[in-house]
């Protein structure tokens, strides 16, 4: 990726570009994407949040404290994010395929942290995996695996 577009990313995101900054942008948006599927009643409940923090701190490999800087940094993102397309830019500029599904994959992990698939997480799973260019094929198949690890 062009130096420009990675600092405008870091821009958009409130990031320091000549800091070593602890939360890189893919880090917070991934989270962001993470924390919008967690949250279906104006709030994230406890069982999500740990699930949203786990799979930040394992999948970046990070301390359970960057996680959680990580994840407040996510929480005032999502805030004030626009559209869905605000966070999934930056993967699609970041990740390859491979690895923009093992995204989706994360957001199911945090949809099933409650052992139950809802409408709206569903709904918002599917709009994510189309933005990222996972299809149906993809998408159901993490499902039912993350669903068949869960034990839901």
């Not at 970046?60 to 966070?87: G, I, M, P, Q, R």
Request: net charge negative.
């Amino acid at each position: 990726m062009p130096i420009q577009i990675w600092n405008k990313f870091k821009d958009s995101l409130g990031l320091d570009k000549n800091a070593q900054e602890p939360h890189e942008p893919l880090h917070v948006v991934t989270a962001a994407l993470m924390i919008r599927v967690s949250i279906t009643h104006e709030d994230i409940s406890h069982a999500e949040k740990r699930s949203v923090l786990m799979c930040i701190q394992e999948h970046f490999d990070l301390e359970e404290s960057l996680a959680h800087e990580v994840f407040e940094k996510a929480v005032e993102h999502h805030d004030n994010a626009t559209d869905l397309y605000d966070f999934t830019r930056v993967i699609m500029a970041e990740l390859v395929h491979e690895q923009q599904i093992e995204i989706v994959r994360l957001l199911y992990r945090v949809a099933f942290a409650d052992n139950h698939l809802e409408n709206f997480e569903e709904h918002i799973i599917t709009r994510i995996a189309g933005l990222l260019g996972v299809g149906t094929r993809d998408r159901v198949r993490l499902k039912q695996e993350v669903r068949a690890e869960t034990g839901s």
